[in-house]
Nanobody
């Protein structure tokens, strides 16, 4: 069975940090570009970050630039999202998604739309509140 599994979510106070992990079973991630999306209550799913299969290029939504870092370890078949200086508006379910098709220009990947993904995880909840 081919699936992605997210972990690392939880409750954290504003200003805190969390590290999300995305692992794959049934297939290897090294041929896929990985994206993190999030969905806040009552809002549409939005792109947070992307990373090429090689790890060479990354990109971030403006709302998380400077606070979040995406990385991958293909040997461990895993992708990570390190989140610092968390804000209440970062609250939501975080999903990782894999695609074989992505655009890369000027040293960064262009976050693809939600409908362009090949595989999705079920998500992990991040709750930033005091």
């Amino acid at each position: 069975q081919l699936q992605l599994v997210e972990s690392g979510g939880g409750w954290v106070q504003p200003g805190g940090s969390l590290r999300l992990s995305c692992t794959a079973s049934g297939f290897t991630l090294d041929s896929y570009h990985i994206n993190w999306f999030r969905q806040a209550p009552g809002k549409e799913r939005e792109g947070v970050s992307c990373i090429l299969n090689s790890g060479r290029y990354t990109n971030y939504a403006d709302s998380v630039k400077g606070r979040f870092t995406i990385s991958r370890d293909n040997a461990k078949n895993a992708v990570y999202l390190q989140m610092h200086s968390l804000k209440p508006e970062d609250t939501g379910v975080y999903y990782c998604a894999a695609t074989k098709s992505i655009t890369a220009v000027h040293g960064m990947c262009i976050m693809p739309p939600v409908y362009g993904m090949d595989y999705w995880g079920k998500g992990t909840l991040v709750n930033v509140s005091s």
